[in-house]
């Protein structure tokens, strides 16, 4: 009998247990390093009015506070099935292993680990927000208390962007639109 209850109280302790996400982010710019929480952000972008700390931050990356504010309000559409079946796809590992290398659990240079923290998040995020994300709602979500993103790699990512964006825009307005509605006469 104290068996059962023992597991019992087991399953009730494991069940019951709620998973944390990230309470602070680490920027990491060569030998430059600082921290901030994420709650500051979170009420930055509810009052648009930075802590002194935030300040400071902006000051130092060359930010400004109207484009931070609106980084952290922009909404993207995630749909869970299809966000899931594109994240554990051959082209969805490549990108979730880049990502991982600017956003990861600070201290931690796993990229396994990386990568699997990066899809929960995303994922917990999207369920949590009525399959939509943002960026406080994905820090709050990813699984470990504490965020590096190494600012040096955002960089190089950033530039590579533009001309994505733009292959992006190519095929969405390309020939293969017309094959994927069936109207090519090919």
Known sequence: ?????????????????????????????????????IEELSKFKLTKKPSNKL???????GQKEKNLHQILSTEIDFPIKTSSKLMNSRIGEVFLSRLSKIIY???????????????????ISSFNNNQK????DFLKAYPNKNIAFDLNALSKTLKKVDSLKELIKFYSDSPFKKLKDGRSST
């Open 55 to 61: 300040k400071n931050l902006l000051k130092i990356t």
């Open 133 to 136: 994300i943002n960026l406080i």
């Open 105 to 123: 659990p600070n201290k931690i240079s796993n990229t396994k680990l990386s990568t699997k923290a990066m899809r929960s998040g995303l994922l």
């Open 1 to 37: 009998m104290k068996f059962k209850y023992k597991c019992i109280l087991f399953l009730i302790f494991f069940f019951n247990q709620s998973a944390k996400g990230a309470e602070n982010i680490f920027l990491y710019k060569g030998t430059f390093s600082r921290s901030i929480k």
